[in-house]
Nanobody
Framework: QVQLVESGGGLVQPGGSLRLSCAVSGLTFSSYTMNWYRQAPGKEREWVSGIYSDGRTDYSNSVKGRFTISRDNAKSTVYLQMNSLKSEDTATYYC?????????WGQGTQVTVSS
């Protein structure tokens, strides 16, 4: 059974940093692309960043240059380092992957950027 568990969210001031983690089980982690999405209150869920099995990365324009995605295949964990946080980054953050044609999502971790 595939499971994704996010952690690391919290309350941070504008300009601050947080690192999110997503621990994955139930699949051969190193073989799969991992993505981070977020959803702010009243808004649609949006893609934030992705990392391929070969280590290549992609970012949405809204976070490029501020966020860094990485993976530790030995720990089956994907990370999202978020720097220079803005109020508009406030959202619930989810990690996700597609396994055997089905999407799997974690429960989400809340990030609130506020002074």
């Amino acid at each position: 059974q595939v499971q994704l568990v996010e952690s690391g969210g919290g309350l941070v001031q504008p300009g601050g940093s947080l690192r999110l983690s997503c621990a994955v089980s139930g699949l051969t982690f190193s073989s799969y692309t991992m993505n981070w999405y977020r959803q702010a209150p009243g808004k649609e869920r949006e893609w934030v960043s992705g990392i391929y099995s070969d280590g290549r990365t992609d970012y949405s324009n809204s976070v490029k240059g501020r966020f860094t995605i990485s993976r530790d295949n030995a720990k089956s964990t994907v990370y999202l380092q978020m720097n220079s946080l803005k109020s508009e980054d406030t959202a619930t953050y989810y990690c996700t992957c597609v396994y055997r044609g089905r999407g799997y999502w974690g429960q989400g971790t809340q990030v609130t950027v506020s002074s």
